[in-house]
């Protein structure tokens, strides 16, 4: 923790820091408690949501009046404000007043994938000195796989703005050796076929991700009472190597581009399709603020994307993300879970 509030975060001591999330996910506990404590910073606990409680203006108030240095949040939270106030116009007297967004120097996004078009609204929206970070990790690691590394001072591509290629989640921290294994249905050979694809390039081959052993400090060393789980899950198809789940490729510099996880690749005719690379084609289109790509059964191709809907709003989890299953199961004419978030959102409407 003491490493990445430095090296990743640069979060110095004395200063404010705000992860946007809750102690019931990794985020709370590694970056709303112990990082910034272990900095000598001050944290910040917010319990309310970026829109709604009461509105989108909420997280630029608590920007502006903690004077916060650092903040972290999740594509979904970005994409709640874009889409219930685009332009800012309700947050404008805390970004552009005193103090405004003058102690802000850097935000990360993390959780799942960025779109590029969030990252381009975000980067249009804040001022033109903050650093914006896209990292990628997951609850088992404790800390990013990838990341810009703001404590170099080679450890970004750009001194601001967004501060690696956007859409890509940075490069591999020191002490993570990422790898990249054909992605196919019975592959468990942990050969790298690492492609590198030059930027602009249009074919992104999808790729599944897996870090080389031994796992850095931070990392976690098995399940609750299930030791024999831990291992057939993480370690067993890859040979000495721990296996993401994610997918991705690799550009010719060396950023890492995460897609999807391995169970959203949809089988359409036998072409493997990443939900999120469809997803991130709909969100380059200007009107639209959020989507979900879902597939629909189909007796002959097994997947079909046949029928785009617009809604108001989607269905999200408690913790802003949209809720899939729910959707896939609607489309199927399934029955639909509904969970406690789903109704209050029924509610509000």
Known sequence: MKYTADKIYDIPPGSTWWASSEFGWVVG???CCYAPLLQRATTIIYEGKPV???????????????KVRGWFLTPSA????????????????????RPGLRNLANVFVAGEHCDESTMRWLARMLPAHVKISDTWWQTE????????CLGYEDGCANTQGCVAPIGSAGLPVPGYNVQLVEHKEGNTSSQSVDRELESGKDEKPLSRIVVKLPLPPGAAITLW???????????????????????????????????????DVINVSGHRLSTSALEEACLAVD??????????????????????????????????KISRGSLAEMAAGKPVRVSESMRKMRKQQ
């Open 29 to 31: 506990h590694s970056y």
């Open 52 to 66: 709604g409680t009461p509105d989108a203006a909420q997280f630029f108030r608590v920007l502006s009046e903690n």
């Open 225 to 263: 009472n299930d030791d024999k789980r831990f291992e057939e899950l993480y370690f067993s198809k890859y040979p000495d190597h721990y296996d993401t789940m994610d997918l991705g490729y690799r550009d010719i510099n060396g950023y890492l581009y995460i897609l999807s996880r391995a169970d």
């Open 78 to 97: 970005a994409r709640a404000i874009r889409s219930e106030d685009p332009e800012l116009d309700l947050s404008e007297k805390y970004r552009t007043g």
């Open 287 to 320: 009107s639209v603020v959020d989507c979900a790509v879902i597939a629909v059964p189909h007796t002959v191709k097994v997947a079909a994307f046949n029928q785009a809907c617009f809604v108001p709003k989607l269905p999200k989890t408690r913790s802003g």
């Open 141 to 148: 690691t404790g800390w990013p796989i990838t990341s810009s």
